[in-house]
């Protein structure tokens, strides 16, 4: 092997490390992995009989309104993790979410997958939209959580530096497909629907199915009534007393 040769196969064997580095926090989605760390990076919570409620991809004004409405005739408050370009579009509806008492949280600026390593870009995208949830809201952002759920190390790590917690979920409703309604919501979410749970619901459809977001809407009256019955409080991250995945 000449020298050329070997410095091309150092280069890649550099190229594969960096890599494998940046998207090693992702392998927490692996079912093996994710039994033994869920409690630190899925929000799993520890307050008592509490479950996390969490909305992404908002805030929107097509949708988000209705959502608002139907948590204030059920009495609940929770967490809405927004999307940077939604919010500059709708800043009206960032400020609103804060009056209404529930917490603003930081989706990143686009909804894209950052499979990827790109430390600056990551930096500078998560520094915007945070800076845009807080000024626009009027609150600071304690949380962070990737679009699709997949946390690789650059963002991870820009979210560290910007004082923000990663939290991912513990259970979902599938309610971002053409075919989810009220009750598949329901179904999908309730198994996971006990103490201490992460609860990821979407706000908006603008990375999913059309008019999705109302079979979201039609589950949040099943989702409350179970937790009534089982003496169980819906509300947002900052009551949960969650073991995070990174963050101060």
Same mark, same amino acid.
């Given at each position: 092997?000449?020298?050329?040769?070997?410095?091309?196969?150092?280069?890649?064997?550099?190229?594969?490390?960096?890599?494998?580095?940046?998207?090693?926090?992702?392998?927490?989605?692996?079912?093996?992995?994710?039994?033994?760390?869920?409690?630190?990076?899925?929000?799993?919570?520890?307050?008592?009989?509490?479950?996390?409620?969490?909305?992404?991809?908002?805030?929107?004004?097509?949708?988000?309104?209705?959502?608002?409405?139907?948590?204030?005739?059920?009495?609940?408050?929770?967490?809405?993790?927004?999307?940077?370009?939604?919010?500059?579009?709708?800043?009206?509806?960032?400020?609103?979410?804060?009056?209404?008492?529930?917490?603003?949280?930081?989706?990143?600026?686009?909804?894209?997958?950052?499979?990827?390593?790109?430390?600056?870009?990551?930096?500078?995208?998560?520094?915007?939209?945070?800076?845009?949830?807080?000024?626009?809201?009027?609150?600071?952002?304690?949380?962070?959580?990737?679009?699709?759920?997949?946390? *690789? &190390?650059? @963002?991870? %790590?820009? #979210?560290?530096?910007?004082? =923000?917690?990663?939290?991912?979920?513990?259970?979902?409703?599938? +309610?971002?497909?053409?075919?989810?309604?009220?009750?598949?919501?329901?179904? *999908? &979410?309730? @198994?996971? %629907?006990? #103490?201490?749970?992460?609860? =990821?619901?979407?706000?908006?459809?603008?990375?999913?199915?059309? +008019?999705?977001?109302?079979?979201?809407?039609?589950?949040?009256?099943?989702?409350?009534?179970?937790?009534?019955?089982?003496?169980?409080?819906?509300?947002?991250?900052?009551?949960?007393?969650?073991?995070?995945?990174?963050?101060?």
């Amino acid at each position: 092997m000449g020298p050329a040769t070997t410095t091309l196969a150092t280069t890649a064997a550099a190229a594969v490390a960096v890599e494998f580095l940046h998207l090693a926090p992702a392998a927490v989605r692996l079912p093996p992995l994710r039994r033994t760390v869920a409690r630190r990076t899925a929000g799993h919570g520890t307050a008592p009989g509490h479950i996390a409620l969490t909305f992404d991809d908002g805030p929107d004004p097509r949708s988000t309104p209705y959502v608002l409405d139907a948590l204030d005739d059920l009495g609940a408050r929770a967490t809405f993790f927004l999307l940077g370009s939604m919010l500059e579009r709708a800043p009206a509806l960032g400020r609103e979410l804060v009056r209404r008492g529930h917490e603003v949280a930081v989706h990143g600026w686009h909804h894209r997958q950052q499979w990827y390593p790109a430390p600056a870009r990551d930096l500078r995208e998560l520094r915007r939209a945070t800076e845009a949830v807080t000024d626009l809201c009027g609150a600071g952002p304690l949380w962070y959580r990737p679009p699709y759920g997949v946390l *690789t &190390a650059g @963002p991870a %790590l820009a #979210a560290r530096r910007l004082g =923000l917690r990663s939290v991912l979920w513990t259970a979902w409703g599938r +309610d971002w497909t053409a075919q989810a309604t009220g009750a598949s919501v329901y179904a *999908t &979410a309730r @198994p996971g %629907l006990t #103490a201490g749970a992460t609860l =990821l619901l979407h706000d908006s459809d603008c990375t999913s199915a059309p +008019d999705s977001w109302r079979a979201t809407l039609a589950a949040l009256p099943l989702i409350a009534e179970h937790c009534r019955t089982r003496d169980l409080t819906l509300g947002p991250l900052r009551d949960h007393a969650v073991r995070s995945c990174g963050g101060p």
